[in-house]
């Protein structure tokens, strides 16, 4: 998850995916987990790849970080959506003005 900088390492400037809190049972009988009550937990990103949903469990030191990519990610993405909507109102409307007759 972390990309090398001329000697330190640091989070990528995008992530695609979600932080989320995943809690499970890890399947031990005598484990506190086996009631369903009190799950473990802990901090992963989700990401789909494939129609597939994956996990990457996160360092508590890296939570942040990696949130901040995953929004950024997601404003990235809104700003692009919004161009492309743009641009499709734009040319729909040319297009039906070059269809309307020219009032002869």
Known sequence: MRIEKKGKTSTPRMVRGSVVL???KCGKANCRCAGGVDLHES????????????FVMLPAGE?????????????AKARVEDEANAGLEALIARVAAA???TGR
């Open 63 to 75: 939570v942040a970080a990696v949130r901040a990519a995953t929004r950024r990610y997601q404003q």
């Open 22 to 24: 995943h809690r499970r």
């Open 43 to 54: 901090t992963v990103l989700s990401y789909s790849e494939g129609g597939k949903t994956h």
């Open 99 to 101: 269809r309307r007759p």
